[in-house]
């Protein structure tokens, strides 16, 4: 079984920007799609933005712009470079396989708050 590992998450204001890593004890290389998925306080974790072996991107729509996904096969490394953060961005980030992420796989992830 693969074990993420989130991190990068902070306290920033409105506008700041963030860069998430998850790093992954095993290979990712064989998950053709990985993705960030986001859960706020009472509400259900949500999917974020996803990235294929290949490249290919996609974004739910209220991070288009801001949010930027990326991975580093080698390094079994993914990435979410978050700008212009708005507080509704606030939420507990976590790495996991996409479309249907596995329930073994989840992090503790990474507390990201955007407040002034």
């Known amino acids: 079984q693969v074990q993420f590992v989130e991190s990068g998450g902070g306290l920033v204001q409105p506008g700041g920007s963030l860069r998430l890593s998850c790093a992954a004890s095993?290979?990712?290389?064989?998950?053709?799609?990985m993705g960030w998925y986001r859960r706020a306080p009472g509400k259900q974790r949500d999917w974020v933005a996803s990235?294929?072996?290949?490249?290919?991107?996609n974004y739910v729509d209220s991070v288009k712009g801001r949010f930027t996904i990326s991975r580093d096969n080698a390094k079994n490394t993914v990435y979410l470079q978050m700008n212009s953060l708005k507080p509704e961005d606030t939420a507990v980030y976590y790495c996991?396989?996409?479309?249907?992420?596995?329930?073994?796989?989840w992090g503790q992830g990474t507390q990201v708050t955007v407040s002034s």
């Open positions: 990235i294929t072996i290949g490249g290919s991107t």
């Open positions: 996991n396989k996409a479309p249907l992420p596995s329930d073994d796989y």
């Open positions: 095993g290979s990712i290389s064989s998950i053709y799609r």
